[in-house]
């Protein structure tokens, strides 16, 4: 296989050359071609050479999804640069220790970001900033783009090359940044490829973040190898989500458990048009059962996806035929083209059976993490395998079940309890809209197994109503011992509940 293959670059202006008038993008009221999509790339490639970057060179964006997010990922392939997508709810702050850490040379925002970017601007080391729409002190990618020639001779990357640099979400400590080469990509989607039905005919809704690696690299750059539609919502949205995919016959799209779940306590959902839909692809935690259920009466299954940035990101997969037999259960631990495996704290591999750390080996598994040789060297060992911190089991076929992160697990009374194991039951209480378990300190049992709840509308719950609900379900040990509420449960932009910040909450309360 050529090089011109897998180079990330070369992917949509190889797909313009064959179809050029077919759709790509569908953002609001506007579709953007094949060839209309290539051209926009090759303009800002050129103007990014223009305005000094070279290969090797980093380039930012941050803002809501916008087709411009994807346009400046494939024009820094386009030149060899790599591409650091941000997260648009992070402080200046933030920002700007990212923004330093990659060495950004050139960034661009949409307005909103542009304003948050410009007290840090001088101190983050950026060489250029371009804007969106007009902002004062800002170029404008629309006039710079309107009078710059496409550009004439692009750089092929190797496979091993650096094309994003991916940074964590930093549910703990500061963020780190996961180099994900061109190989990381390809390879990825050709796990995906020869694992779910992606075809040409496909129109994907894209409304999980860009800068998550599951809103990138699951379905939206799978649909675009492919030659498919993806409909670009800016931010997720529950009530918009169902209208577009109705208007727009959508036939799949990619989600965190916590999306799937608000488009279902929506009203309109038992009556909204999904009939074009053959599946659902779930990544970022465990799906609760009631949820698979829930989309099964609308004969809407649900294929499974586990995986982290560091691995680009699928390592497991369940697909939409294993659903029914494998319920809750991430996927099989051969993938076509990785390996997945289950070690103890001496690394060594555990039997069916018997629960591990969940490690993965294969041409999608990161470089390392930017900068940071000490970081990964703590996660990948010296045959190649990457560990995860997650904890999982398989069966006896070979299928994995996520139990939780080993930072996660409560240990009360000295029994391990993990807490997403906790959580999938206590979602089936009706009264309960997100729960989330976490340890809290116990005099006596050194950990307490607490939930904490946000409830439906009108709702009200009590903790010993809530034993009694789960007590069939889960040994005497993981029913909660205390009960905490809050409107919402915090999280990152993947969807993963940030449990640190859930903690402090719990605390402040407790001591009002």
């Not at 994807?70 to 640069?81: E, M, P």
């Not at 060495?103 to 060489?127: F, K, M, N, Q, Y």
């Not at 099964?296 to 997969?317: C, H, K, M, N, S």
């Amino acid at each position: 296989m050529t090089t011109a293959a897998i180079d990330l670059g070369s992917w949509i202006a190889r797909r313009a050359a064959a179809t050029p008038r077919l759709p790509a993008i569908t953002f609001g009221e506007n579709t953007w071609t094949y060839g209309d999509f290539a051209d926009r790339i090759d303009r800002l490639a050129a103007e990014l050479v223009a305005g000094g970057m070279r290969r090797g060179d980093r380039v930012g964006y941050v803002g809501l999804n916008h087709p411009d997010f994807l346009v400046t990922l494939f024009a820094a392939a386009r030149i060899g640069a790599a591409f650091v997508p941000l997260n648009w709810r992070l402080t200046a702050d933030e920002l700007r220790y990212i923004l330093g850490d990659a060495g950004v040379h050139t960034l661009l925002a949409d307005a909103e970001r542009a304003t948050v970017i410009d007290p840090i601007r001088a101190e983050s080391g950026l060489r250029r900033a371009i804007a969106l729409t007009a902002v004062p002190g800002w170029e404008v990618a629309d006039a710079l783009l309107a009078g710059r020639a496409p550009l004439a001779d692009p750089v092929f990357p190797e496979p091993d090359d650096i094309a994003v640099i991916m940074y964590t979400s930093g549910t703990t400590g500061r963020p780190k940044g996961a180099m994900l080469t061109h190989a990381n990509l390809f390879w990825n989607n050709i796990n995906a490829l020869l694992s779910f039905d992606t075809s040409q005919q496909d129109v994907s809704l894209v409304c999980a973040p860009l800068f998550h690696i599951g809103g990138l690299n699951v379905t939206t750059l799978l649909t675009l190898q492919k030659g498919g539609r993806i409909v670009l919502m800016p931010a997720f949205d529950p009530a918009e989500a169902l209208k577009l995919i109705a208007e727009h016959r959508v036939t799949t799209m990619f989600g965190v458990p916590a999306m799937f779940l608000f488009m279902a306590q929506l009203p309109q959902f038992a009556a909204a048009d999904l009939s074009s839909v053959r599946y659902f692809v779930c990544g970022g935690a465990p799906v609760p059962e009631a949820l698979i259920h829930r989309y099964g009466e609308r004969d809407i299954p649900f294929a499974q996806g586990y995986g982290l940035t560091e691995t680009a990101p699928l390592a497991l997969v369940l697909r939409t035929d294993e659903v029914g037999v494998k319920i809750g259960a991430a996927g099989n631990q051969v993938l076509p083209l990785s390996d997945v495996r289950l070690v103890d704290a001496n690394n060594v591999p555990v039997p069916a059976g018997t629960r591990g750390e969940i490690c993965v080996r294969g041409p999608q598994v990161m470089a390392g993490y930017w900068r940071n040789p000490e970081a990964t060297a703590a996660v990948i060992d010296a045959q190649g395998w990457f560990h995860t911190g997650d904890i999982g089991q398989a069966d006896d076929e070979g299928y994995i079940w996520v139990i939780d992160r080993v930072k996660d697990m409560v240990i009360s009374g000295g029994e391990n309890v993990y807490p997403a194991e906790v959580e999938d039951v206590l979602y089936g209480h009706p009264a309960v809209a997100e729960v989330a378990v976490l340890g809290t300190p116990h005099e006596k049992w050194g950990e307490a197994v607490t939930a904490v709840v946000a409830l439906r509308p009108g709702a009200t719950l009590a903790l010993d109503e809530l034993r009694a609900f789960a007590r069939d379900k889960l040994a005497a040990f993981k029913l909660p011992i205390r009960l905490e509420f809050v409107d919402a449960l915090p999280r990152t932009q993947s969807g993963k509940v940030v449990k640190y910040q859930l903690r402090a909450v719990i605390s402040d309360q407790q001591n009002d």
